[in-house]
């Protein structure tokens, strides 16, 4: 069993920036790779990003390429997603997810945390 807990949401200005962190427990946890989705209203669930636990490889969205940032700390058992240069359409729900390398889908995923909200002002 993984555990998932996303923090750091919150309400920004368009072009600011924010960081999300996952703390991540459970004992098969480093055998997933771990990522991000998030969910607007009306709108289904999306990739964001991922990143592998051992080798640190790292994949992204079209739409946060250049933008945003996904890193992850052993020691901290944590997973991060550094958000910069923030628009309006990056509103939504943020989930931290575990799952089947290279997690870029919905159907990769065997945990999701319980997400958190992000809200760009324009």
């Known amino acids: 069993q993984v555990q998932l807990v996303e923090s750091g949401g919150g309400l920004v200005q368009a072009g600011g920036s924010l960081r999300l962190s996952c703390a991540v427990s459970g004992r098969t946890a480093s055998s997933y790779t771990m990522g991000w989705f998030r969910q607007a209203p009306g709108k289904e669930r999306e990739f964001v990003a991922s990143?592998?636990?051992?080798?640190?490889?790292?994949y992204y969205a079209d739409s946060v390429k250049g933008r945003f940032t996904i890193s992850r700390d052993n020691a901290k058992n944590t997973v991060y997603l550094q958000m910069n240069n923030l628009k309006p359409e990056d509103t939504a729900v943020y989930y931290c997810?575990?799952?089947?390398?290279?997690?870029?889908?919905?159907?990769?995923?065997?945990?999701w945390g319980p997400g958190t909200q992000v809200t760009v002002s324009s």
């Open positions: 997810a575990a799952g089947v390398h290279p997690l870029l889908n919905t159907g990769h995923v065997v945990y």
């Open positions: 990143i592998s636990w051992k080798v640190g490889t790292t």
